[in-house]
């Protein structure tokens, strides 16, 4: 029997029922389920996006996180505020939809 480092996890972990996840490429009817349930939630308050950004741009040659860095656009623009215009679309889609939406919290971490 293989030894586990922490005891009873092994047991523990099952797949997930087939009934607990779906794939969004089976159906446009479960698309659009998943939508309007993503949007309510937003208006509702209920998400927040954490943002994995480890490591420095010290390969891109700054020295500040990648997202900081402007990749080339005509906008100008860094990897961070093209993601959060859209955050705030979504922001603004579950406005459209339920008449009321809050922020999405957004935490970013980074490396040092």
Known sequence: QKESSMPGVEEDLK??????????????????????????????????????????????????????????????????QLQAERVRQQEKLAAEMYGTSKAIRWYIMTSE
Do not use: C, H
């Open 15 to 80: 797949p997930l029922p087939s009934d607990a996840f779906e794939s969004v490429l089976d159906s446009d009817i479960n698309n659009e389920r998943w939508k309007k349930l993503g949007l309510k939630e937003i208006s509702d308050g209920r998400v927040a996006l954490l943002l994995m950004a480890g490591g420095q741009g010290t390969r891109l040659g700054v020295s500040y996180p990648k997202g900081m860095y402007k990749v080339g656009l005509q906008s100008g623009k860094s990897l961070y």
